[in-house]
């Protein structure tokens, strides 16, 4: 067990934290230390080459522009390299004085969550930055803080893989789960199947090996492990286009350029099938350290099985077959196929590990489960015995919010497993697919959302009850990830000035900052018909995931309508709160009339005409409620009426876009 401990001094400003991931224990004194110059590293000698470069990567970043050294120091002491692929021991404790910072950890991993944890740690004053006086003993809740990245769908540069990487590094997150590989395309370059890469998708990117290896090494710097994603059977029409031998129902494929499900899979019945996957796996193996290996295995409804002849007849033969003794089992045929391919993987000393669908009777334990339909699999797979890893709920892509990731536990207070099923829980895994994300947009796609998965798997769950606070550090990191150099808030703003086709895109931002796209996967079934060229340059891509502005609306309408502890029901709500809820509707109100003749004049930007309008609406009835609340006036039952026609109005999507702040409007009209 960890122990909280956030001592609170009397008139010690410093108790209100600014990390994210949150420590297991920290105790704040009164001491700073001034960051006037750069602070001067004591490493142990000779120190590990990732050790070195991660010091002064923190020393650069906490330094003034100067570069000066002072005599404060930067002590290091570890006791050997830590193996992040062993799950080795990522413990770490780190001190600042007035004097200097010292960092003391068994491993050479906790050494880089130390100085992640160091980064965060500088605060300004008038004299300039400085680092408050702390005793932090940390150490993760979880051994595996996973986040995918689809580089399939929308293929994803090494520069756009390496400063993710770099946000993982600071928010503690330790494998990167590359998913390689999909419908839509093969990413990586395969020397003995070259057509993979080079006719599998129709734009035809890909990762050399000479890249992937400079990926796997710049992870493997920041203590991060890479998991490499070849999804099979299915999603797999990519390898068929390429190779029609492997094709379960004869037929020829050209690359898929769409983002529905397609269901080819690849056939599990001939062995040619597995003397090419043997090969492939050979040299894919090679290219990843990392004893785990991920195979995929969602998304297979047998279609391509049940209504090829020549495979039902296989699997009569084979007694694949349900309880009836005649209807063919596609099941049995997918786990047959698991048990090949883990083989495959063992000889070359590597665990598979596979998407929920995976699971069977017949599956051996050591595969590890990757929960992402629900909370189900999870306990199913560890009542099975198999380690596993959540992802349900954690789907970034999804675009909910921050907080409902965060109130995502893979071990809740009332989980049903028993403490050795628990055991089996390695931790979780955010998840960002990309059929919505291009290198453009994926940073505000995950960032800083991602965190708040980071912090669930990283700290101890009675420190982390507080969505509120989580939401305030989350508002620190931001900037934070944009000084590593992810885009996630330059791209947007950007892509407003684009469509704008102009610097001055205040109308425009006003609007953008308060819609959020289509949560789920809604954006398929709007009547607009993606394909893998579609541009991710419209209004709603630049729109945030989960919009800060309508956030921070919501909670001042519940500021509002929540009666105040202590309070009698009938006291007015505090004026302040009316008075900022007053000046935000009537900005939205105005802003329709000064966005209108961009949105009419611009054919990419006509489409979110109504949210303009409707923000507009909203707004008004905004300030009609807030006159009623001021005066202490009821709504007539006539006012409710029209306004929850409305506000009803007001949700329809356009542009694949939804209004994020109707439902606080809703709130606070108390419908
Ligand atoms: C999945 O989302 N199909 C794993």
Redesign the pocket.
Known sequence: MTLLVLTTRPGAAQTATTLLPLPAEARYGQGRLLLKAALKPLLPSPAAPAVAAAVNRTVGRLSPATKVVGAATLQIRYGRVGRPELFDEERYSLRVTPMGVSIDAPTSLGVLRALATLEQLPRPDKKGRYLPEVDIRDQPRFAWRGLLIDAARHFMPVAVIKRNLDGMAATKLNVLHWHLTDDQGFRIESKVFPRLQTVGSTDGLFYTQAEVREVVAYAAARGIRVVPEFDMPS?TTSWIVAYPRLASNDSVYAPYTRWR?TNVAIDPTRETTYTFLDSLVTEMTTLFPDPYFHA?G??NDGRNWRRTPRIVAWMQAHHMVKADGKTVDKHQLQTYFNRRVMAMLQKRGKTMIG??EILGPDLPEEAVI?S?RGKKGLSEAARLGHPVVL?NGY?LDLNFSAASSYTVDPLPPDTPLTPDEQKLVLGGEA?M?AEYADSTVLDSRMWPRAAAVAERLWSPQAATQSVADMYRRLNLLSPQLETLGLRHRRAPELLLKQLAGTDNVGPLRTLAEVIEPVKEYKRNFQGFNYTTATPLNRLVDAAPAESEVARRFAVLVDSVVTPRIGAPNFLPPAPRQLAQLRAQALRWQANDVLLQPLLASNLSLTEYAPLSARLATVATVLMERLTQLQTGQAASPAWLAATRATLDAAQAPAGQAELAVVKAARKLAGL
């Open positions: 999603h499900t995929g969602d998304e998407w929920d990757q992402w992802s789907y998840a697919w």
